[in-house]
C-alpha cells in the first residue's frame, strides 16, 4: 500500500476537530501553508489518500505559534509626560522579516484601559513614535505595541502601560510680515 497523497487537516484550539477545521490535500509527504496563522495553540493532523480515493488513518499532532512581546520602555507606567511624547519600545526577541515574519508593530494608545475607543494608532517598521498631535492635558493614557506579521496578523500586545499627562508647554512665534 502506498500514498497517492496526503490530507492535513488543523484546527486552532480544538483537538477534537469539531469547531471549523481547514484542509488541504498535497501529493509531497511536507505542506507549507500561504497567509500564515494567527498566535494558538493548533491541532492538527495527517492521513494517507490511496490511489481509490480511501482515506487511512490519521495521526494527530498539536503545535503552539506565538510570537514574542515588544516591551514598552518609554513613556515608563506611572510617568508623567508633556505635550507629546516619544514611545519606544523594544523589538521583539529574534523577531526579523525572514525567521518569524515579523513586518511592523501595531501601537495603540487610549484614554481607558480597555482600548475602547483608541486615542491614536499607528503600524510602523520602527521601534519608536512620535505623535504629529498634542496630547489632551490632565488625562490619563494607556498604551501597548503588539508585532504585526507579513500576513497582517497580530501578535500578542504587551500589557498597557499607564502614563499621566499633566500640562503643555506651548511655543508662540510672533508673525512678521515684510
Not at 497523497?5 to 469539531?18: A, E, T
Not at 501553508?33 to 498539536?62: C, E, H, Q
Amino acid at each position: 500500500m502506498s500514498a497517492y497523497k496526503y490530507r492535513i487537516q488543523w484546527s486552532l484550539g480544538d483537538p477534537l476537530f469539531n469547531s471549523p477545521t481547514t484542509e488541504n490535500d498535497t501529493e509531497q509527504s511536507y505542506w507549507t501553508p500561504r497567509g500564515g496563522f494567527a498566535d494558538g495553540t493548533y491541532y492538527w493532523r495527517v492521513a494517507m489518500i490511496d490511489g481509490n480515493g480511501k482515506l487511512g488513518g490519521y495521526s494527530n499532532a498539536v503545535f503552539t505559534k506565538q510570537y514574542p512581546i515588544a516591551k514598552p520602555l518609554a513613556p515608563v507606567n506611572g510617568s508623567t509626560i508633556h505635550a507629546t511624547p516619544t514611545f519606544t519600545w523594544t523589538a521583539a526577541d529574534g523577531v526579523t522579516p525572514y525567521v518569524f515574519g515579523a513586518a511592523s508593530y501595531r501601537l495603540e494608545i487610549s484614554q481607558f484601559p480597555t482600548f475602547v475607543p483608541l486615542y491614536d494608532s499607528v503600524t510602523t517598521v520602527n521601534t519608536s513614535f512620535v505623535p504629529s498631535k498634542i496630547y489632551d492635558i490632565n488625562k490619563t493614557y494607556y498604551w501597548r505595541v503588539a508585532i504585526v506579521d507579513l500576513n497582517g496578523k497580530l501578535g500578542p500586545f504587551s500589557n498597557a502601560t499607564i502614563i499621566i499627562k499633566t500640562n503643555a508647554f506651548y511655543c508662540y512665534l510672533p508673525i512678521t510680515r515684510h
